[in-house]
Structure formats: structure tokens, C-alpha cells
């Protein structure tokens, strides 16, 4: 079967991005194959994970670019120069329009740091999930990969993994759990699942 072409945008650290990277290595994601990292900032450590691990990459900064349109319009070239036919964004900052996710139905997919409707839309990324969470009192967090639409974290979820809040958390404990028993185990399996369905489309194309 031919690997789907995959593209993992970033904007940080990319343990996420390495979560997919061993996925590769470890024959947890056969159906698709990364080729090419997008970056929203050139100081991204993610860049770093995909030299060593030999993926090209590519930084579309939405600062340096001067507009939406022109920042989509890069990533939508380097896209297209790498064939890419899955996106998946692993801590990516900033927000596409409707316009560039309804070029690209049921092939952008996105982790996100909460159980989904609980904290997530405009405003909840990163470090602010956790502690909207810890603010209310939750007992029980987690993840979920979903795709993507025109609306923030409102496209069809994928998966779902709950973690537990422990007593004392602080943010930051929270999000290093979060990441290591739910978002690092459900990006790579969600990617191998549309990776296997985009590679059937083709096949039966």
C-alpha cells in the first residue's frame, strides 16, 4: 500500500511531533509517512526533532508573512511541493480560517488538551486548558484528536482518552500527564486510522 504523504504542523517544543516521529519507527503508523514539518516560528525546538530526524522543514510565520492570506498561502505551497495529503497539527498556535480547512475536508486533524467540549475553542491552548481545568475543579481531564473545521476544536472528534486529576497538580504537572498517558498514544493512532483510510480511498480510487 502506498504511505499517505503526511505534514505535521508545529509551533513549540514538538513532543508531539516526536510522539509521531517514534510512532513511525515503533510500526504504530505503517499508512503514512511524514514529509514535511510546518513550522509557525523559527525558534521552534520542533525544528531540531525533524533535522535529526532527517524531515524536511519548512517555518510559515503569520508575523513575518504580514497576513493570513499570505501565511496560508505559504503553507499551502509547501504543501503542495511535498504532495501532501494529511495535516496534522501537534501544537500549532495559530489558527487557520475556514477558508484553508475547506480546502482540506476529513484531512486536518488536531490534538487538544482537554475532553472535548470541556475547555477548549477561542482562548484555551496550551498551559491555559490546564489551568481553566484545575480552576474549576475537575477530577477527571484528558485529550482529544478531532478533525478540523472552520470552527476552533469544533470539528468531529476522532478519539478520546481520560486522565485523572491528581491533588496538588499544578499546570504544568497536569499537561506533562496529559501528554504522556492520553496525547502522545492518541495522535499517533488517530493519524495511522485516516492515514490507512485516505490510502483505501486511493486504492479503491
Known amino acids: 500500500m502506498v504511505k499517505t504523504k503526511i505534514a ?4 513549540g517544543g514538538g513532543t508531539n511531533l516526536q510522539a509521531l516521529l517514534d510512532a513511525q519507527k515503533s510500526g504504530v503508523l505503517t499508512a503514512g509517512e511524514i514529509v514535511l514539518v510546518i ?29 493570513q ?10 504543501l503542495e511541493e511535498h504532495g501532501v495529503e494529511l495535516i496534522v497539527l ?3 498556535m495559530s489558527i487557520l480560517s475556514g477558508d484553508f480547512t475547506g480546502r482540506w475536508p476529513r484531512r486536518i486533524i488536531n490534538v487538544h488538551p482537554s475532553l472535548i ?4 475553542g477561542k482562548g484555551f491552548y496550551g498551559l491555559k ?5 484545575l480552576e474549576h475543579g475537575v477530577k477527571i481531564t484528558g485529550a482529544t484528536v478531532h478533525f478540523v473545521n472552520e470552527v476552533t476544536d469544533g470539528g468531529e472528534i476522532l478519539l478520546q482518552k481520560a486522565v485523572e486529576v491528581e491533588p496538588g497538580d499544578t499546570p504544568e504537572v497536569l499537561q506533562r500527564r496529559v501528554m504522556e498517558q492520553a496525547e502522545w498514544k492518541l495522535l499517533p493512532q ?3 486510522r485516516i492515514a490507512e483510510e ?8
Do not use: W
Open 8 to 11: 505535521v504542523m508545529v509551533s
Open 39 to 67: 513550522a509557525s516560528n523559527d525558534k521552534a525546538y520542533a525544528l531540531t526533532r525533524a533535522e535529526q530526524a532527517g524531515v524536511p522543514a519548512v517555518v510559515c510565520s503569520r508575523k513575518a508573512l504580514g497576513s
Open 117 to 120: 467540549p470541556s475547555f477548549c
Open 190 to 192: 488517530a493519524t495511522q
Open 69 to 78: 492570506e499570505a501565511f496560508e498561502a505559504a503553507i499551502s505551497q509547501a
Open 198 to 205: 485516505i490510502g483505501k480511498g486511493k486504492e479503491n480510487a
Open 129 to 133: 486548558v490546564h489551568e481553566a481545568a
Open 90 to 92: 501537534a501544537g500549532f
